[in-house]
C-alpha cells in the first residue's frame, strides 16, 4: 500500500508500507495508468498546499518568536491540537503559558520530560524564548529534541542568549570590532537594523530593540553600499540603550556576536571571546572550532575547546542543526 505522510520535518512523502520506506513516485507497475495519472496529480497538488501551510506557519511562528506576542489558548488548541498539519508544526515548537514551557506529541501536550501538561484558560500562550529560561531549561529542551530526532521549524532553543539583563550589555561590548556592510544589509533586510548614512560624518547603525552604534567605514561613497557588501565597517561604543523588544535585540546581539566571533578567529584574537561565548548553543561552539583549526588560530582554539568541554561535555549529532534563520 502507498500512503501519502506529512514527515516530523514537514515533508510531505510518498510511503511504501510493504517495504516500509520513502518512494519517490507512484509505482507504474500493476496500476492502471489513467488512475496512477491522478493520483499524481492529487498529490502533488496536496503537495504545494501543504507547503504553502508550512511556510506560512513558520514566517507567522518566527515573527511571534521576536515579539513575545501570544495566542489565545482556546484558538490554540482548535488549531494546534486539532489540525494535523499544524499540529505536526506544534511538535517542533517550544510553547510557554504563564511560567509553563510545553510541546505537542500526538496531539497530547507535554513537558520536556515527557509528562504530561495541562492547558488553562488563560494566560495566552506564546513561543518560548531562551533568555526568558534558566540555562538548565534550554538544555533540557535541546536534550528533548535531541533525543527524539526532531529537527525545529526554526532554531528557537538553539538561539544563542546574548544577554539576560541589561547590565551585561557593556558600551564597549563592540567598540573596535569589524563587521562588513554585506552584514549590516541582512539585518536591514530583516528590519532589525535602521542605517543613518551620510559620508560627511560617520554612519550610525540603530538597531532594533533597541541600541545605536556609530561604525566609520573602510572606504567611503556616497551611498553604504557603494564599495560593496565587504567594505570594512569598525564600530563604536553601544549608546542609547534602552531594552524596548528584548527578544528583537537579542537576535541583533546574537547576530553581531557571532560575525564577530569569526572576525577575532581569524586574527587568534582570543580577548573578545571571554564574554562574547556565554549563551553560544553546541552547534555554534562547532562552527568556530572548525573555524579556528581551518585558519591554525591556536589562541582561539585553546580557549574554544575549553569552553565546550565544560558547558557541552555530551554534545553529540548538533551539527545538523540549522545556525540562521
Known amino acids: 500500500m502507498i500512503e501519502a505522510r506529512l514527515t516530523n520535518d514537514l515533508r510531505f512523502i ?5 517495504k516500509q520506506k520513502e518512494i519517490k513516485s507512484f509505482p507504474k507497475k500493476g496500476i492502471d495508468p489513467e488512475k496512477r495519472e491522478k493520483a499524481e496529480a492529487s498529490f502533488q497538488e496536496t503537495k504545494k498546499k501543504i507547503q504553502q501551510i508550512t511556510d506560512g506557519q513558520k514566517a507567522y511562528l518566527k515573527r511571534l518568536f ?14 494546534y491540537q486539532k489540525n494535523p498539519v499544524l499540529m505536526r508544526i506544534a511538535q517542533l515548537i517550544v510553547w510557554r503559558q504563564g511560567d509553563a514551557c510545553f510541546t505537542v506529541r500526538q496531539g497530547n ?9 495541562q492547558i488553562g484558560d488563560a494566560p495566552a500562550i506564546t513561543l518560548a524564548h531562551p533568555m526568558e529560561m534558566t540555562e538548565i531549561q534550554v538544555a533540557s529542551w535541546q536534550k528533548y529534541y535531541l533525543d527524539n530526532h526532531l529537527k525545529q521549524a526554526f532554531p528557537q532553543v538553539w538561539e544563542p542568549v546574548g544577554f539576560r539583563t541589561e547590565g551585561e550589555l557593556s558600551p564597549e561590548r563592540y567598540d ?7 552584514h549590516i544589509l541582512s539585518l536591514e533586510k530583516q528590519d ?10 560617520l554612519p550610525e547603525f540603530r ?5 545605536t552604534i556609530t561604525g566609520e567605514l573602510a572606504q567611503w561613497g556616497r551611498f553604504l553600499t557603494e564599495n560593496g557588501p565587504q567594505n570594512t565597517i569598525t564600530l563604536g561604543k553601544i549608546e542609547n540603550l534602552q531594552i524596548t523588544e528584548p527578544r528583537k535585540l537579542n537576535r541583533v546581539i546574537a547576530y ?5 566571533i569569526l572576525d577575532k578567529i581569524r586574527q587568534d584574537d582570543d580577548a573578545f571571546l571571554g564574554h562574547a ?12 572550532i572548525r573555524a579556528a583549526a581551518d585558519c591554525q588560530a591556536v589562541k582561539c582554539t585553546a580557549v574554544l575547546l575549553e569552553y565546550k568541554s565544560t558547558h557541552f561535555p555530551d554534545d553529540a549529532g548538533m551539527d545538523e542543526l540549522t545556525l540562521d534563520w
Not at 515579539?67 to 488549531?79: N, V, Y
Not at 501536550?109 to 501538561?117: G, K, L
Not at 538597531?207 to 541600541?211: D, E, H, K, L, T
Request: aromatic share 10%.
Open 14 to 18: 510518498l510511503f511504501d508500507t510493504e
Open 66 to 79: 521576536l515579539t513575545g506576542e501570544g495566542i489565545d489558548a482556546a484558538h490554540w488548541r482548535k488549531e
Open 109 to 117: 501536550t507535554i513537558s520536556w520530560d515527557e509528562t504530561a501538561y
Open 176 to 182: 573596535g570590532c569589524r563587521i562588513t556592510v554585506g
Open 192 to 201: 532589525l537594523v535602521h542605517v543613518k548614512y551620510d559620508p560627511e560624518s
Open 207 to 211: 538597531f532594533a530593540g533597541s541600541m
Open 256 to 260: 553581531l556576536d557571532r560575525r564577530i
Open 277 to 288: 561565548l556565554t549563551g553560544q548553543t553546541p552547534a555554534q561552539m562547532n562552527e568556530y
